[in-house]
């Protein structure tokens, strides 16, 4: 069994209390601090699940049924720009599946896998609830909208030669996947309001409506009851 060193497991014992002291119960915490583990190592390790087991009074048999659950949480250490193409249905019609086939035969890398050099670490997501802006894909988590497999492949590129790249959507610059987590984790960085949010086809319908002076309906009598 590993174990984390006497300085990380304080670090990450005094960010666990605080996240724990947010839910009632501390079980409820399980998740953020699959997350917050995730952030220190790149994946859930073992020590990770030692540790938010420990932490949250659980078997480490209930951790791990947790966080392989979940494809969020990963197995082996992530690259440090975790790169998902959305190979569901809208997005595979409009270029995804084309752009995965390219992306991964341009860098070498098959679904889960990450390079050597451990920049950048290749998945299939499913949907990412961003079909308008289909094909999408995202780099840990930030939304790249409206892609090509020429613009796949180049940003991968940009990424490992360590360029400078900016998101369609929220911050211009682009954390690790590390810092990613420990966001996810419930610690954040200060950058959730930064760059656009929803914009172009998101609310289209909103500008419609407006221009037409349209509201919605009032709900019905007893439609909350």
Same mark, same amino acid.
């Given at each position: 069994?590993?174990?984390?060193?006497?300085?990380?497991?304080?670090?990450?014992?005094?960010?666990? /209390? *605080?996240?724990?002291?947010?839910?009632?119960? %501390?079980?409820?915490?399980?998740?953020? @601090?699959?997350?917050?583990? &995730?952030?220190?190592?790149?994946?859930?390790?073992?020590?990770? &699940?030692?540790?938010?087991? %420990?932490?949250?009074?659980?078997?480490?048999? *209930?951790?791990?049924?947790? $966080?392989?659950?979940?494809?969020?949480?990963?197995? /082996?250490?992530?690259?440090?720009?975790?790169?998902?193409?959305?190979?569901?249905?809208?997005?595979?019609?409009?270029?995804?599946?084309?752009?995965? !086939?390219?992306?991964?035969?341009?860098?070498?890398?098959?679904?889960?896998?990450?390079?050597?050099?451990? #920049?950048?670490?290749?998945?299939?997501?499913?949907?990412?609830? %961003?079909?308008? +802006?289909?094909?999408?894909?995202?780099?840990?988590? *930030? +939304? +790249?909208?409206?892609?090509? =497999?020429?613009?796949? #492949? #180049?940003?991968?590129? !940009?990424?490992?030669?360590? #360029?400078?790249?900016? =998101?369609?959507?929220?911050?211009?610059?682009?954390?690790? +996947? /590390?810092?990613? $987590?420990?966001? @996810?984790?419930? @610690?954040? !960085?200060? @950058?959730?309001?930064?760059?656009?949010?929803?914009?172009?086809?998101?609310?289209?319908?909103?500008?419609? %409506? /407006?221009?037409?002076?349209?509201?919605? =309906?009032? =709900? $019905?009598?007893?439609?909350?009851?």
């Amino acid at each position: 069994m590993t174990t984390y060193s006497p300085e990380v497991r304080e670090r990450l014992e005094r960010d666990a /209390k *605080e996240i724990i002291g947010r839910y009632p119960k %501390a079980r409820s915490a399980l998740l953020p @601090l699959l997350h917050l583990v &995730q952030a220190e190592d790149g994946y859930v390790s073992d020590a990770g &699940q030692e540790f938010c087991a %420990a932490m949250l009074g659980l078997s480490k048999a *209930e951790v791990v049924g947790v $966080s392989t659950f979940y494809t969020m949480y990963k197995r /082996k250490p992530a690259g440090e720009y975790h790169v998902g193409v959305c190979i569901n249905s809208l997005c595979a019609i409009m270029g995804g599946d084309q752009i995965w !086939d390219e992306l991964t035969e341009h860098a070498g890398l098959g679904n889960g896998e990450t390079s050597t050099d451990g #920049k950048i670490s290749l998945e299939r997501i499913e949907c990412n609830a %961003a079909c308008d +802006f289909a094909p999408v894909m995202m780099v840990n988590w *930030e +939304f +790249f909208d409206n892609q090509t =497999p020429e613009s796949a #492949k #180049k940003l991968v590129d !940009d990424l490992r030669a360590g #360029k400078e790249v900016a =998101p369609t959507r929220g911050p211009g610059r682009l954390c690790s +996947f /590390k810092d990613a $987590s420990r966001v @996810l984790a419930g @610690l954040p !960085d200060g @950058l959730a309001g930064d760059g656009p949010s929803a914009s172009g086809p998101s609310i289209e319908g909103l500008k419609i %409506a /407006k221009a037409n002076g349209w509201t919605a =309906p009032a =709900p $019905s009598k007893g439609a909350s009851e």
